[in-house]
Protein backbone atom coordinates (compact mmCIF):
# COMPACT_ATOMS: atom_id res chain seq x y z
CA UNK A 1 0.00 0.00 0.00
CA UNK A 2 2.02 2.55 -1.79
CA UNK A 3 -0.37 5.72 -1.61
CA UNK A 4 -0.44 5.57 -5.30
CA UNK A 5 -2.40 8.53 -6.24
CA UNK A 6 -1.54 10.72 -2.82
CA UNK A 7 1.28 11.38 -0.42
CA UNK A 8 -1.37 11.21 2.25
CA UNK A 9 -4.50 9.72 2.03
CA UNK A 10 -7.47 10.20 4.69
CA UNK A 11 -7.39 6.81 7.57
CA UNK A 12 -10.63 6.04 8.93
CA UNK A 13 -12.25 2.67 9.92
CA UNK A 14 -15.52 1.29 11.62
CA UNK A 15 -15.66 3.68 14.49
CA UNK A 16 -15.85 7.07 12.10
CA UNK A 17 -18.83 5.23 9.86
CA UNK A 18 -20.69 3.78 12.79
CA UNK A 19 -20.10 7.28 14.61
CA UNK A 20 -22.02 8.84 11.42
CA UNK A 21 -24.84 6.16 10.86
CA UNK A 22 -25.31 6.42 14.42
CA UNK A 23 -25.99 9.92 14.77
CA UNK A 24 -27.84 10.07 11.45
CA UNK A 25 -30.13 7.57 13.22
CA UNK A 26 -30.45 9.73 16.21
CA UNK A 27 -32.45 12.52 13.40
CA UNK A 28 -29.49 14.71 14.54
CA UNK A 29 -30.43 18.07 12.79
CA UNK A 30 -26.92 18.19 10.80
CA UNK A 31 -25.91 21.62 11.40
CA UNK A 32 -23.71 22.93 13.90
CA UNK A 33 -24.60 21.71 17.50
CA UNK A 34 -24.06 19.06 20.43
CA UNK A 35 -21.38 16.76 18.32
CA UNK A 36 -19.31 20.06 17.10
CA UNK A 37 -19.45 21.20 21.05
CA UNK A 38 -18.36 18.02 21.86
CA UNK A 39 -15.67 17.92 18.99
CA UNK A 40 -13.98 21.26 20.43
CA UNK A 41 -14.40 20.08 23.83
CA UNK A 42 -12.25 17.49 22.88
CA UNK A 43 -9.54 19.41 21.03
CA UNK A 44 -9.73 22.24 24.26
CA UNK A 45 -8.90 18.70 26.37
CA UNK A 46 -5.67 17.58 24.45
CA UNK A 47 -4.14 21.42 23.65
CA UNK A 48 -4.88 23.38 26.32
CA UNK A 49 -6.33 25.89 24.85
CA UNK A 50 -9.58 27.96 26.87
CA UNK A 51 -11.84 28.13 23.51
CA UNK A 52 -11.86 26.09 20.55
CA UNK A 53 -14.25 27.02 17.41
CA UNK A 54 -15.15 24.80 14.87
CA UNK A 55 -15.21 26.39 10.99
CA UNK A 56 -15.50 25.15 7.11
CA UNK A 57 -11.93 25.16 6.71
CA UNK A 58 -8.52 26.17 7.82
CA UNK A 59 -8.51 28.69 5.18
CA UNK A 60 -11.81 29.65 6.40
CA UNK A 61 -10.67 29.96 9.94
CA UNK A 62 -7.53 32.33 8.41
CA UNK A 63 -10.13 34.61 7.05
CA UNK A 64 -11.88 34.95 10.30
CA UNK A 65 -8.64 35.30 12.02
CA UNK A 66 -8.21 38.49 10.08
CA UNK A 67 -11.16 39.86 10.76
CA UNK A 68 -10.51 39.70 14.23
CA UNK A 69 -7.30 41.31 13.63
CA UNK A 70 -9.39 43.74 12.03
CA UNK A 71 -6.89 44.82 8.67
CA UNK A 72 -7.32 47.29 7.20
CA UNK A 73 -7.37 47.93 3.65
CA UNK A 74 -3.69 48.68 2.05
CA UNK A 75 -2.32 47.74 5.38
CA UNK A 76 0.79 45.63 5.50
CA UNK A 77 1.04 42.43 7.40
CA UNK A 78 3.80 39.86 7.73
CA UNK A 79 3.28 36.37 6.37
CA UNK A 80 6.37 33.48 5.77
CA UNK A 81 7.32 33.31 2.39
CA UNK A 82 7.34 29.56 3.06
CA UNK A 83 3.79 28.21 3.58
CA UNK A 84 0.53 27.58 1.36
CA UNK A 85 -1.75 30.19 -0.10
CA UNK A 86 -4.24 30.41 2.26
CA UNK A 87 -1.79 31.74 4.85
CA UNK A 88 -2.37 35.23 3.11
CA UNK A 89 -5.37 35.36 1.36
CA UNK A 90 -7.44 35.65 3.33
CA UNK A 91 -5.96 39.16 4.59
CA UNK A 92 -5.32 39.76 0.93
CA UNK A 93 -8.86 39.42 0.60
CA UNK A 94 -9.66 41.83 3.03
CA UNK A 95 -7.42 44.46 1.23
CA UNK A 96 -4.27 43.66 3.59
CA UNK A 97 -0.99 43.89 1.83
CA UNK A 98 1.53 41.33 2.33
CA UNK A 99 5.07 41.55 3.47
CA UNK A 100 6.58 38.03 2.59
CA UNK A 101 9.18 37.14 5.10
CA UNK A 102 11.99 35.26 4.50
CA UNK A 103 12.08 32.03 7.11
CA UNK A 104 15.48 30.88 8.93
CA UNK A 105 17.59 28.11 8.00
CA UNK A 106 17.46 25.66 10.40
CA UNK A 107 13.35 25.51 10.83
CA UNK A 108 12.48 27.16 8.01
CA UNK A 109 9.32 28.64 9.65
CA UNK A 110 9.57 32.68 9.50
CA UNK A 111 12.54 34.66 10.93
CA UNK A 112 11.39 36.57 13.41
CA UNK A 113 14.06 39.38 13.24
CA UNK A 114 12.66 40.71 10.14
CA UNK A 115 8.75 41.31 11.39
CA UNK A 116 7.85 44.61 11.12
CA UNK A 117 4.08 44.81 10.69
CA UNK A 118 0.94 45.09 13.05
CA UNK A 119 -0.65 41.68 12.08
CA UNK A 120 1.50 38.78 12.20
CA UNK A 121 1.07 35.33 10.76
CA UNK A 122 3.15 32.33 12.01
CA UNK A 123 3.37 28.80 10.02
CA UNK A 124 4.44 26.14 11.75
CA UNK A 125 5.60 23.52 9.07
CA UNK A 126 4.84 19.98 9.98
CA UNK A 127 5.03 21.21 13.30
CA UNK A 128 8.13 22.71 14.09
CA UNK A 129 8.89 25.82 15.56
CA UNK A 130 12.50 27.56 16.22
CA UNK A 131 14.03 27.31 19.69
CA UNK A 132 12.85 30.76 20.41
CA UNK A 133 9.00 30.43 19.32
CA UNK A 134 7.87 31.44 22.82
CA UNK A 135 9.63 34.12 23.84
CA UNK A 136 9.38 35.66 20.30
CA UNK A 137 5.52 35.57 20.48
CA UNK A 138 5.11 36.79 23.66
CA UNK A 139 7.61 39.86 22.92
CA UNK A 140 5.54 40.41 19.60
CA UNK A 141 1.93 40.13 21.67
CA UNK A 142 3.67 42.40 24.87
CA UNK A 143 4.06 45.29 21.96
CA UNK A 144 0.74 45.09 20.60
CA UNK A 145 1.23 42.63 17.38
CA UNK A 146 -1.65 40.39 16.62
CA UNK A 147 -0.41 37.05 15.87
CA UNK A 148 -1.72 34.46 13.82
CA UNK A 149 -0.47 31.23 14.42
CA UNK A 150 -1.27 28.90 11.17
CA UNK A 151 -0.92 25.57 12.72
CA UNK A 152 -3.01 23.59 10.33
CA UNK A 153 0.10 20.93 10.32
CA UNK A 154 0.46 21.18 13.92
CA UNK A 155 -1.55 19.45 15.45
CA UNK A 156 -0.07 17.12 18.41
CA UNK A 157 2.66 19.13 18.17
CA UNK A 158 4.16 21.31 20.96
CA UNK A 159 6.77 24.07 21.98
CA UNK A 160 8.21 23.69 25.09
CA UNK A 161 5.62 21.70 26.66
CA UNK A 162 2.67 24.21 25.16
CA UNK A 163 0.76 22.86 21.90
CA UNK A 164 1.54 25.06 19.21
CA UNK A 165 -1.66 27.36 18.24
CA UNK A 166 -2.08 28.30 21.75
CA UNK A 167 0.69 30.51 22.02
CA UNK A 168 -0.43 33.62 19.42
CA UNK A 169 -3.49 35.53 19.53
CA UNK A 170 -4.83 32.87 17.77
CA UNK A 171 -4.65 29.51 16.33
CA UNK A 172 -5.75 27.55 13.10
CA UNK A 173 -5.75 24.18 13.07
CA UNK A 174 -7.02 21.59 10.04
CA UNK A 175 -8.29 18.80 9.65
CA UNK A 176 -8.57 18.34 5.72
CA UNK A 177 -8.62 15.26 3.99
CA UNK A 178 -4.49 14.60 4.28
CA UNK A 179 -3.65 16.06 7.62
CA UNK A 180 -3.09 13.96 10.51
CA UNK A 181 -6.79 13.64 11.10
CA UNK A 182 -9.54 14.40 9.48
CA UNK A 183 -13.05 15.84 8.90
CA UNK A 184 -13.22 15.77 5.19
CA UNK A 185 -13.11 19.77 5.03
CA UNK A 186 -13.00 21.28 8.47
CA UNK A 187 -10.71 23.77 10.51
CA UNK A 188 -10.53 24.70 14.41
CA UNK A 189 -9.80 28.06 15.66
CA UNK A 190 -8.24 28.07 19.21
CA UNK A 191 -7.42 31.30 21.85
CA UNK A 192 -7.00 31.82 25.29
CA UNK A 193 -8.81 35.22 24.73
CA UNK A 194 -12.21 35.49 26.39
CA UNK A 195 -12.98 38.98 23.80
CA UNK A 196 -11.69 37.07 20.65
CA UNK A 197 -13.47 33.73 21.90
CA UNK A 198 -17.01 36.39 21.76
CA UNK A 199 -15.99 38.11 18.69
CA UNK A 200 -15.26 34.83 17.08
CA UNK A 201 -19.06 33.70 18.16
CA UNK A 202 -20.66 36.56 16.58
CA UNK A 203 -18.49 36.60 13.50
CA UNK A 204 -18.90 32.99 12.57
CA UNK A 205 -23.03 33.44 12.72
CA UNK A 206 -23.30 36.53 10.50
CA UNK A 207 -22.15 38.89 13.02
CA UNK A 208 -25.36 38.50 15.35
CA UNK A 209 -25.94 37.55 18.89
CA UNK A 210 -28.83 35.08 19.11
CA UNK A 211 -31.77 36.26 21.40
CA UNK A 212 -35.14 38.02 20.75
CA UNK A 213 -35.30 39.04 17.30
CA UNK A 214 -31.74 39.24 15.16
CA UNK A 215 -28.88 41.76 16.54
CA UNK A 216 -26.23 42.14 14.56
CA UNK A 217 -23.09 43.52 16.28
CA UNK A 218 -20.37 43.44 13.61
CA UNK A 219 -19.70 42.43 10.06
CA UNK A 220 -19.89 38.12 9.85
CA UNK A 221 -20.54 35.49 7.69
CA UNK A 222 -21.87 31.51 7.87
CA UNK A 223 -18.23 30.00 9.29
CA UNK A 224 -20.35 27.16 11.11
CA UNK A 225 -19.55 23.42 11.03
CA UNK A 226 -21.53 20.65 10.80
CA UNK A 227 -22.40 17.85 13.31
CA UNK A 228 -22.34 15.37 10.78
CA UNK A 229 -18.51 15.95 10.30
CA UNK A 230 -18.62 16.46 13.89
CA UNK A 231 -19.57 13.00 14.85
CA UNK A 232 -16.52 11.81 12.40
CA UNK A 233 -14.07 13.97 13.56
CA UNK A 234 -14.55 12.60 17.28
CA UNK A 235 -13.37 9.09 16.59
CA UNK A 236 -10.44 10.40 14.95
CA UNK A 237 -10.04 12.51 18.01
CA UNK A 238 -9.90 9.37 20.06
CA UNK A 239 -7.40 8.14 17.30
CA UNK A 240 -5.13 11.06 18.03
CA UNK A 241 -2.54 9.48 20.50
CA UNK A 242 -2.10 6.17 18.78
CA UNK A 243 -1.33 8.31 15.24
CA UNK A 244 1.34 10.66 16.74
CA UNK A 245 2.98 7.67 18.07
CA UNK A 246 2.81 6.07 14.37
CA UNK A 247 3.78 9.22 12.66
CA UNK A 248 7.26 9.81 14.37
CA UNK A 249 7.60 6.05 14.26
CA UNK A 250 7.06 6.60 10.31
CA UNK A 251 9.42 9.69 10.48
CA UNK A 252 11.96 7.68 12.33
CA UNK A 253 12.29 4.70 10.20
CA UNK A 254 12.21 6.99 7.21
CA UNK A 255 15.51 8.94 8.25
CA UNK A 256 17.16 5.79 9.71
CA UNK A 257 16.88 4.33 6.10
CA UNK A 258 17.36 7.11 4.07
CA UNK A 259 20.64 9.39 6.16
CA UNK A 260 23.03 8.58 3.77
CA UNK A 261 20.95 9.60 0.34
CA UNK A 262 19.61 12.81 1.63
CA UNK A 263 18.81 15.18 4.78
CA UNK A 264 16.45 15.91 7.14
CA UNK A 265 15.37 19.21 8.86
CA UNK A 266 16.24 19.26 12.09
CA UNK A 267 13.30 17.49 14.73
CA UNK A 268 12.61 17.14 17.88
CA UNK A 269 10.48 14.44 18.22
CA UNK A 270 9.95 14.18 21.78
CA UNK A 271 7.65 17.58 20.65
CA UNK A 272 6.78 17.73 17.33
CA UNK A 273 4.76 15.10 15.19
CA UNK A 274 5.45 15.26 11.54
CA UNK A 275 2.21 15.46 9.11
CA UNK A 276 4.34 15.03 6.16
CA UNK A 277 7.96 14.09 6.51
CA UNK A 278 10.24 16.14 4.18
CA UNK A 279 13.44 14.98 2.77
CA UNK A 280 15.76 17.28 1.77
CA UNK A 281 17.59 16.34 -1.60
CA UNK A 282 19.33 16.71 -4.77
CA UNK A 283 17.73 16.10 -8.07
CA UNK A 284 14.21 16.54 -6.09
CA UNK A 285 12.32 16.88 -9.59
CA UNK A 286 13.33 13.98 -10.90
CA UNK A 287 13.03 11.92 -7.90
CA UNK A 288 10.22 12.97 -7.55
CA UNK A 289 8.85 11.52 -11.20
CA UNK A 290 10.59 8.53 -10.59
CA UNK A 291 8.65 7.78 -7.72
CA UNK A 292 5.13 8.33 -9.42
CA UNK A 293 6.79 5.92 -11.95
CA UNK A 294 6.57 3.77 -9.22
CA UNK A 295 3.20 4.14 -8.08
CA UNK A 296 4.74 6.04 -4.83
CA UNK A 297 2.87 9.93 -4.33
CA UNK A 298 4.84 12.60 -3.28
CA UNK A 299 4.83 16.18 -3.19
CA UNK A 300 6.92 19.16 -3.59
CA UNK A 301 7.43 21.62 -0.81
CA UNK A 302 6.24 25.10 -1.41
CA UNK A 303 7.74 27.55 -3.45
CA UNK A 304 7.83 31.02 -1.95
CA UNK A 305 4.72 32.36 -1.96
CA UNK A 306 6.59 36.03 -3.10
CA UNK A 307 7.30 34.06 -6.35
CA UNK A 308 3.65 32.42 -7.08
CA UNK A 309 1.93 33.84 -10.21
CA UNK A 310 -0.82 35.54 -8.16
CA UNK A 311 1.63 37.03 -5.07
CA UNK A 312 3.96 38.13 -7.12
CA UNK A 313 3.26 41.79 -7.27
CA UNK A 314 4.36 42.02 -3.76
CA UNK A 315 7.86 40.01 -4.48
CA UNK A 316 10.76 39.95 -2.15
CA UNK A 317 13.96 38.61 -2.05
CA UNK A 318 13.60 35.34 0.54
CA UNK A 319 16.44 32.77 -0.90
CA UNK A 320 16.26 30.30 2.32
CA UNK A 321 12.67 30.07 1.04
CA UNK A 322 13.76 29.12 -2.34
CA UNK A 323 16.54 26.97 -1.87
CA UNK A 324 14.58 24.73 0.20
CA UNK A 325 11.98 25.25 -2.34
CA UNK A 326 14.00 23.37 -4.89
CA UNK A 327 15.27 20.86 -2.96
CA UNK A 328 12.10 19.36 -0.33
CA UNK A 329 9.79 16.89 -0.99
CA UNK A 330 7.31 15.12 0.88
CA UNK A 331 6.80 11.14 0.69
CA UNK A 332 3.91 8.88 2.00
CA UNK A 333 3.38 9.14 5.59
CA UNK A 334 -0.22 8.05 6.59
CA UNK A 335 -0.97 6.43 10.24
CA UNK A 336 -1.31 2.74 8.37
CA UNK A 337 1.16 2.74 6.79
CA UNK A 338 3.22 -0.74 7.53
CA UNK A 339 6.76 -0.74 8.34
CA UNK A 340 7.15 -2.92 5.18
CA UNK A 341 5.72 -0.14 3.29
CA UNK A 342 7.77 2.65 4.10
CA UNK A 343 11.22 0.29 3.70
CA UNK A 344 9.71 -0.51 0.16
CA UNK A 345 9.85 3.43 -0.82
CA UNK A 346 13.35 3.82 1.00
CA UNK A 347 14.17 1.34 -1.32
CA UNK A 348 12.51 2.87 -4.36
CA UNK A 349 14.63 5.63 -2.97
CA UNK A 350 18.31 4.47 -2.51
CA UNK A 351 17.69 2.97 -6.18
CA UNK A 352 17.38 6.28 -7.63
CA UNK A 353 20.38 7.62 -6.32
CA UNK A 354 22.84 4.76 -5.97
CA UNK A 355 23.31 5.23 -10.05
CA UNK A 356 23.89 8.60 -9.48
CA UNK A 357 26.87 8.18 -6.71
CA UNK A 358 28.65 5.38 -9.21
Known sequence: MLTPNSHMNPVYCTEEKN??????????????????RELESLI?????????????SATMGLLLCSMIANINNREIFDCPAYTQAATANGAILLGGVPRFVDVDPNSYTIN????????????????????????????????????????????????????IGTIGSVGVFSFGAPKIITTGQGGCIVTN??????????????????????TYNQLGLNFKFTDLQASFGIEQMKKLPDIVKRKKEIYSLYKDNLKD?????????????????????ENRDKLSKY????????????????SQPFHKIWKTSTPVTDWIATRGLQVPAQADLLDYDINEVCMVIKDFYKPLSS
Request: with cysteine.
Open 291 to 306: LTNFGIGNRAVYSSLS
Open 44 to 56: CEYTGARYAHMVP
Open 193 to 214: DHYINDQIHAIKNFGRTVGIGE
Open 19 to 36: SVKNYLDSSGWIMEHTKT
Open 112 to 163: FSQIKSRVVFVTSINGRTPPNYYKEIKKLKDKGHFVIEDAAQSLGSWHKDKH
Open 261 to 281: FCSFIETDLSQVTPTYPELVV
